[in-house]
């Protein structure tokens, strides 16, 4: 058998792997190191100046990606959301000028305005320990609780505007607007993350949420600036305050409602699911997040859509089922984790502990499809639960295939209330 002779030639170096890409006026060169890292440089840019800078301020203050990593609405959310950090932030300028003002008059020690101040600021943490009783609620509707805090802190800082008109009542003046602005900030980041959410499309949560700050912080910076100059000119007399600061309250709480319009909220609450369900019976469409998100009812979500059964979501157990008929309403559906009560002016679901925005829908559904049937009969009938139920079995996988590849999340439902019962 030969032996194999040994090549004693030398060996060349592994040379590096590099290419140059040309797209957009910009000239990069991409070279793979030895170690197996990728190195970019930039060989020639030949953009406008006006480009460079525009492309380098989207870097800095939109995900990566944009606008292909966000969903829709996230322009009209990020202009809005801008305006109303700086008319919060010139807001803030003017009543903290009048609290120092109000402070000031009063006709007491230095040592005496420094303990009233401090009780004021306690006020606020009793705001935020009050507030945060309400998670699941913020939980099941961030766009209303989010509209809620900016009324709140607008209310708390209208308060401290005019507090030199009664520098006598500093200590409650101050202390009330302070209590409600600390459930306002409470609120406000409460809110945030299912807001920053309901736009991420590839994993990017934390890249949107870190440009969304920086966005806040900028146009916050420039709030501030443009309240001191307000301060010392229209806004040094009471007279003035009085006439910039309702203006500048009308467009921040404008702007916010914009925001959270633009949202397309992508979890299931009670209004959200009746809209859903509607839609799905009245056309046979289901409608995605940022169908519906012009269309909720921001303020008031609790109204029934008679389209969807007129169905009421977390009363007690108690106040809805007698015990005597308590075994005979979970026999109707054993297998189900839901309860209904069809009455005659609305139907009632009650859910298990531990059911999911699935059992919702599939409760929701059954009631729909049997207030449907009985408008078209023009009786009640004994066995109409019975037949809605067979109907929403046959309809309810398509329809819940549609639903998640809509961008629907049909793991959790969020009614907010906390009424749900367990055997």
Known sequence: MQRKEKDDRPQLPEQPISWVEISNSVSCQYQFQPDGKLLVKMVDDSRPAAQRMAESFLNKFFPSGYPYSVNEGYMRYTQFRALQHFTSAALSVLSTQSLLFAAGLRPTPAQATAVSWILRDGMQHVGKLICSNLGARMDSEPKRWRILADVLYDFGTGLEVMSPLCPHLFLEVAGLGNFAKGMAVVAARATRLPIYSSFA???????????????????????????????????SSMQGKLVVAPLLSIIHIYSVCEEMRAAPVNTLNPQRTAMIVADFVKTGKISSPADLRYREDLLFPGRL?????KVKVGRSLHEVVRPSKLLQFKETFPEEKFLLNHGSRWTDMILEQNATGEDALRGWLVAAYASNMERL???????????????????????LAELQAKGWH????????GNRFAF
């Open 377 to 399: 009969v023009h009786e009640p009938s004994a066995n109409i639960l019975q037949e809605a139920y067979y109907k929403m079995n046959c309809t309810f996988s398509p329809f």
């Open 410 to 417: 049909t793991d959790q439902f969020l009614d907010g209330t």
């Open 305 to 309: 859509i008679e389209d969807a059964g």
């Open 201 to 235: 499309k590839e994993g990017n949560l934390s890249d949107l949420f870190a440009k969304g700050e920086a966005i806040s912080t900028l146009f916050n910076v420039l709030g501030l600036g443009t309240g001191i100059h307000l301060a010392s000119t229209i806004c």
